[in-house]
């Protein structure tokens, strides 16, 4: 079985190989130890634009490469608009299942039939905020929490996610380090997803369909101003 | 492991005469490598992000005892567990008293290697737990009862029709007369019953792509969201992975993700990759309430004793198999071993010993060509050929081969010798071609010239025309 004694028995393993090769246990330490003090210096990609706007357009490009789709709004209260607007033009209806969180929860939705809670089986339509993003790939980070259920982001066949402007990083690296402030010394949350587009597959003669288990539709909605009225 | 790599010269043989595999092996070059051409295009900083990707690996395998301990400790403080199991017995006795401690009969699966290494799916079924493959082609070669073919897609090998046959075979509650000649039609249908079993599932177990130390986190990269689902819905979640997965940091794991996908399918990034760390938290709303990772070694501390310790720094992106001549005239399964292709030549003598496993270090032409593609430039070539060193010397392979080496030898230091037996066998070469400039047959070498002529030599070597002074 798994025991102290396994656990001993590989280190000590990993330990002689190493040491053969002449690396002391001191040595191993110390390189690990000045490797985190000074990590090397991050590869930075030429790729989105410094400015919000342009980012948030490199952004859009990028999510619309693997068959995302975008909408800009000025503000959080134009979001049921949007939303309406968006399942009009695919023909959609039917219940909204959302993050039982701000703004969601502060917004009047009517006509739209929302309901909060966590995913369920046959949720059709899925709404939820991105914690971040990162503009090098469009890029969606989604945080589990207290009012955030990971379910949500996989479940539906149709997955809507708004993404505060403020909350867009150039990179993937921008983008942890947002969470990072968010969530302060409840970092990292028991699940991060990253989300590039919707889910697919090409398993079956390369052909790459959508939704095999997760949404066949991800639309995304930025926020522009900073993220409030 | 299973291994079938002693009949590889059969297997291969037989993958040659496959019109529909040679189908399927055409259509993977379009779709991977086209598509890694195109992404790498688009990226100037590919080079250097390889070459940073190399260091953390490199790094990681020269301190990997540091980094266990550390994702060990980071790991337990979020409230995980951490399993160490130093062989695919030790790891599948310690999964399956997880899975009965939790009553489980039924576990869905992300896609792992790991799994396949250890054949975890045999091992339950045999102890009453229902294992069922949530990735698509995983769950095709269930199925089917088959081995991957490729370690990112593994049922590459199929056809749509074969699929639509197994479905058939399988999912008998179904109308027969159904149509199934559109993938999309055999997407929906896995869709819809693999729902009803992420919704069913008491255990869900993935692999993971990374391990990371700074945080105590595991990583799965997936475009279907299969490994998510397996990991949200059930009580359970148990990460399996072998001792070298792991990375220090959440930054070193966003590098490593930049060449990951797009050595692999060509995407910039998959659909999904998650992070997952210690159980459900006390508020959140959904997650499994434990969360345990089994720490495989099955064999790695002794890859990392030897001379070949660098292919622990493979990261499964398959483009060595996408690139490999080889792989693209046999597939995955002529290879016989779980892991194929050039990586999977290495991999598999270093796991499972070279004696069963000598004619894989032979299966590659030592083009180099998946160095040149690998996304942590691993030294595959190199690597291959300490192998084929290694078996010489062990007496694998034997026979005619050695003897044949052996007389080349002698000639090769003997250069009167070597000019003299060049020169005779270019005359006779030329004048048996010398109608044609092209020869259909040569006697004794009939399996090469079966599919190629033999350019007739002009009759003189270069030798000889050097010292009589033809030089321009």
Known sequence: MSDLSSRAHILDGIGAALEARGSSPGERQAGVASRLAAPPPPIILDRAPADRAGRAEYFCARAEETSATTDRIDAFQDLPGAIAAYLGRRNRTGPIKAQPRAPFTDLNWAPLEVAFGPGEDGDGIGLVLADGAAAETGTLFLMSGRSAPTALNFLPETLIAVLPLADLAGDYEGAWALLRDTSGNQFPPRTVNWITGPSRSADIEQRVLMGVHGPRDLHIILVDGDGGS | MTLLARNFSANARAALGDTQLQEALQRLRGGFVEGRRRVVAKLPEFDALRDRAAEIRSHTIAHLDQYLVQFEERARLAGGQVHWCRDADDARATILEICQAAGARLVTK???????????????????????????????????????????????????????????????????????????????????????????????????????????????????????????????????????????????????????????????????????????????????????????????????????????????????????????????????SVYPGPMGSVLTPALTGLSGAHHLPQASSLCGMCEEVCPVRLPLPKMLRNLRFEAAETGAPGGLARILVRLWAFAARRPWLYRFGTGMALAWLAALGRKKGYLRSLPGLGAWTRSRDFPAPEGRSFMHQWKTGRRS
Do not use: W
């Open chain 2, 110 to 336: 992300g896609k792992s290697m790991i799994g396949e290494e250890i054949a975890l799916n045999n091992y339950l079924e045999a102890n009453g737990i229902e294992p069922v493959e949530t990735d698509l082609g995983e769950y095709i070669i269930q199925l089917r009862r088959e081995m991957p073919s490729h370690i990112i897609a593994p049922a590459t090998h199929l056809s749509k029709e074969q699929v639509a046959d197994s479905f058939r075979r399988h999912h008998r509650n179904l109308d027969p007369a159904r149509p199934l000649d559109e993938p999309a039609a055999l997407l929906a249908e896995a869709r819809t019953l693999l729902r009803q079993k992420f919704l069913a599932a008491d255990v869900g177990i993935t692999g993971a792509n990374f391990l990371i130390a700074e945080t105590g986190t595991s990583v799965i990269v997936t475009n279907e969201g299969n490994g998510d689902l397996s990991q949200i819905l059930p009580r359970v979640h148990i990460v399996i992975a072998s001792l070298e997965k792991v990375v220090p940091s959440l930054d070193d794991a966003a590098t490593l993700l930049r060449v990951l996908a797009r050595s692999a399918t060509g995407q910039e990034i998959s659909a999904y990759t998650t992070f997952s760390t210690g159980p459900k938290r006390g508020a959140d709303m959904d997650g499994p309430d434990a969360y345990h990772v089994i720490l495989l070694d099955n064999g790695r501390t002794g890859i990392l004793a030897g001379e070949n310790s660098e292919i622990l720094g493979c990261i499964r992106c398959g483009a060595c198999l996408n690139h490999c001549p080889v792989y693209g005239a046999i597939g995955g399964h002529a290879y016989g």
